[in-house]
C-alpha cells in the first residue's frame, strides 16, 4: 500500500512538514513504534557513505589561451589527465600517478586540491594546426579561473562488498589495505546499516537522476555504475551478499567541501580517493521503511583469501557487519582482529548534514528518470591474449 509519492513528500519539504530521520535512527523507531506507524510518520530517511572509491575522477574545462593550443597531452601538477576530448577538454583519473612523486601524490590529490582552492600548475603540448598554432602551455589554474570542473565518477557506492584476508607468508599491499600473513587481519569496506545501497536492495527509488550529496554538493546518478552486478545471492530482506549494484555519480567540483573529498595513498598500491555520498530514501510505503530499518546483524559478506588468484578464490566464512564491527572474529579457530577502510564517523556526518538540508527546504528529492537494472550480466577479461595468432 502506498501511501506518499515523491511529489507529496517534496511538497512537505518546501513547507517544512517533513520528517526526516538517518538509516542509523529508524533502526530504533521501528523497534519502538513498529514497520507500519512508522511508515506512516517518516517521509525520508537519509543514508551515508565514505569510503575509497577508486573509479572516479574530474572533467575540466581550462578555457582557451591567445593565441589558442589544442592540447593533445596535459598534466595537471606533474599528473598526467586524458585530453583525447577536445581543445581544452580532459580528464583526470582519481588513481593517475604523478611523474615525478609517483605514488605520494596523483591525481585524488589534484582534485582535493583544486577543490581546496590551491593553484594547480597546467602544462599541455600540442603538434599545433592552423586553428590552434600554440604548441606549449604552462600556467596556473586554480577553481577561479578555469570553466567547468564536475566529478564523473564511473564507479561508486557499491552497494556491498567483500572482506579480505591473508594466508600467506607475506605482508599482501592492496586496494583493501595491508593485509598481515598467516590471516592476521581483516579489511572491509562499508558504512552496513547507513550505506545509500543497502537501503534500497531492489534501486525502487535510487535510480537514473537521483539527486544526491557528492563530496559536499548536490550532484546525481547519471548511469549505473561500472561493474554493476545486482544479480548477487540475496537475503530475504532483498540485501545481496556479493557486491552487487554501483552507481555512477557526477557533480559540481566548484561547490565541493575538501572534508568530504580526500586523496588517500596506500602502501606499495597506490593513489585513491575516499568519496562522501549521501542519498535521500523517500518512504513510500511500508516495504521501503522496511528496507531503511536494516541493521547490521543482518547484512552479510563474505571473506575471501587475497592471497589466491581472483577466479579460485575460496569464500572462508560469511559474516555479518555487526560482526566484523565488533572487532574481532573467529577464523579457522582462531580470533581475528578486523578493521573497516571506510570512515563510520564520516558516513555518520554526512546523513546528519543531508537530513538537516531536506528539513530546511535546501535539498529536495528527485524521481528517477530511468531505473537502473536489477539484473546484468558480468563479463571478466579474455586473458589468452593474441601474441601466438598468426598473420
Not at 535510487?206 to 537475503?235: C, D, K, L, M, S
Not at 567540483?253 to 568519496?275: N, P, T
Request: overall charge negative; hydrophobic content about 35%; aromatic content about 8%.
Amino acid at each position: 500500500m502506498a501511501y506518499k509519492s515523491f511529489d507529496e513528500i517534496n511538497e512537505k519539504i518546501k513547507s517544512g512538514k517533513a520528517v526526516v530521520v538517518t538509516a542509523d535512527e529508524i533502526v530504533d523507531i521501528v523497534e519502538e513504534k513498529g514497520i507500519s506507524k512508522a511508515a506512516k510518520e517518516i517521509d525520508v530517511v537519509t543514508t551515508a557513505t565514505f569510503g575509497p572509491m577508486c573509479s572516479s575522477g574530474m572533467f575540466i574545462n581550462f578555457g582557451h589561451s591567445d593565441p589558442p593550443i589544442r592540447m593533445n597531452k596535459v598534466w595537471l601538477n606533474d599528473v598526467p589527465a586524458y585530453a583525447g576530448i577536445a581543445a581544452v577538454d580532459a580528464y583526470i583519473g582519481a588513481t593517475e600517478l604523478s611523474e615525478t612523486k609517483g605514488m605520494e601524490y596523483g591525481g585524488a590529490h589534484v582534485i582535493e586540491d583544486l577543490i581546496a582552492g590551491k593553484d594547480i600548475k597546467l602544462y599541455a603540448e600540442s603538434y599545433g594546426t592552423d586553428c590552434y598554432p600554440r604548441k606549449e602551455i604552462s600556467t596556473y589554474i586554480n577553481k577561479e579561473n578555469i570553466n567547468q570542473a564536475y566529478m564523473f565518477n564511473p564507479r561508486n557506492a557499491y552497494q556491498n562488498y567483500n572482506a579480505a584476508t591473508n594466508s600467506s607468508d607475506r605482508i599482501l599491499y592492496t586496494y583493501m589495505g595491508t593485509l598481515l600473513p598467516q590471516y592476521g587481519n581483516i579489511t572491509y569496506s562499508t558504512s552496513g546499516q547507513l550505506s545509500p545501497l543497502l537501503n534500497d536492495p531492489t534501486y525502487r527509488t535510487i535510480g537514473i537522476g537521483t539527486r544526491v550529496f557528492i563530496g559536499g554538493a548536490q550532484g546525481y546518478v547519471a548511469w549505473e555504475g561500472t561493474q554493476h552486478n545486482p544479480g548477487q545471492t540475496r537475503g530475504e530482506n532483498g540485501v545481496p551478499v556479493g557486491s552487487a549494484g554501483t552507481l555512477a555519480l557526477i557533480g559540481d567540483i566548484k561547490m565541493m567541501d575538501k572534508r568530504f573529498i580526500r586523496a588517500a595513498v596506500y602502501e606499495k598500491y597506490g593513489i585513491s580517493m575516499f568519496v562522501g555520498i549521501g542519498i535521500p530514501i523517500p518512504i513510500l510505503d511500508e516495504e521501503m521503511l522496511k528496507f531503511t530499518a536494516v541493521k547490521d546483524s543482518e547484512i552479510f559478506t563474505n571473506i575471501y583469501d587475497y592471497s589466491v588468484p581472483n577466479r579460485a578464490r575460496p569464500v572462508l566464512k560469511t559474516v555479518s557487519y555487526a560482526e566484523l564491527r565488533s572487532g574481532n572474529i573467529e577464523l579457522n579457530g582462531k580470533s581475528v582482529s578486523t578493521a573497516p577502510m571506510s570512515s563510520l564517523k564520516k558516513a555518520r556526518e554526512i546523513a546528519d548534514i543531508l537530513k538537516q538540508q531536506i528539513i530546511n527546504g535546501e535539498f529536495l528529492l528527485t524521481q528517477p528518470v530511468s531505473a537502473i537494472p536489477a539484473a546484468n550480466k558480468m563479463n571478466r577479461l579474455d586473458v589468452r591474449g593474441v601474441e601466438n595468432e598468426k598473420d
